[in-house]
């Protein structure tokens, strides 16, 4: 493959996905989310624009999958504006911008000339774990297994509040058909874990995302009851033992507002390594 101008963007088909694919891999810890829209993407239906500095290799990369737009600038502050995407927005659907919040910023800033503007912005912890997790008591009577499809319907109200406070911009309608549909696919296609307490399914967390060495958690919901008893530690606990026994390392993101939550994913053992955000449009 021959070399490309001095930063130039330029949109890479399947057969060229070694380059945004091997920028991915270099801090993997914090794209997570990216890598593994990438692993997965549609190259007819999603996009990938490589910018390239040295012409030799990829320096920063902007990747749209499903309606949301993902910055992997490398922690790089001097990048071209991708001028591109005047035309590219009016052939595709845009409803959100997500990664580290300094390369959100800048995104933005990028995208403000063209009529975008931020609908919400919601700002997160990203957490990393690399190693088994402290131990961590696990309560009386509590117990685990994988969600199964027959826990649908037991799941359904848990799902539903986990999206009501955590995921869903503060003017949007919640959908049960929308949430239904998630959760059936969470069951079926994701890793999950569910406590339990008295054969009742009392909290429950899974897999959303999977990069080639690397797994990122969510929907981490606890039923209000049963809350300040340790229940989200030792449920986070236990499944990250299970995800590290495959050898790999694990990330995930906590609102800032939510401190409950961050301490206890730091007890077991996850660290703050930067700060996330999702801007919806």
Partial sequence: ??????????????????????????????????????????????????????????????????????P?????????PPFFLERVLKNIHLYSLQGLTREVEMLEAMLLPLGLRSRETMDFKLMALEQLPHPVKTPKGISFRRAERSDTETLLPLQAAYEKEEVLPADSTFDIRACRYNLERIIAKEKTLVALMGGR???????????????????????????????????????????????????????????AARKAYSRCGFKEISDYRIVHL
């Fill in 1 to 70: 493959m021959g070399k490309f101008p001095l930063s130039r963007w330029w949109k890479a088909h399947e057969i060229e996905r070694i380059w945004p694919e091997t920028l991915l891999r270099m801090k993997e810890a914090y794209y997570v989310a990216a890598c593994s829209r990438f692993r997965t993407m549609n190259f007819v239906k999603d996009h990938a624009w490589v910018l390239t500095s040295d012409g030799t290799g990829a320096s920063a990369l902007l990747l749209h999958s499903r309606g949301s737009l993902f």
């Fill in 72 to 80: 992997v600038f490398n922690g790089k502050t001097d990048i071209s």
């Fill in 201 to 259: 399914i009392i909290a429950k967390i899974n897999t959303n995302a999977e990069s080639y060495s690397r797994c990122q958690l969510g929907g981490v919901y606890v039923l209000p009851e049963y809350r300040g008893q340790g229940i989200a530690c030792c449920l986070t606990a236990a499944f990250s033992r299970l995800l590290l026994a495959k050898n790999k390392g694990i990330n995930l993101f906590v609102n800032n507002n939510n401190i």
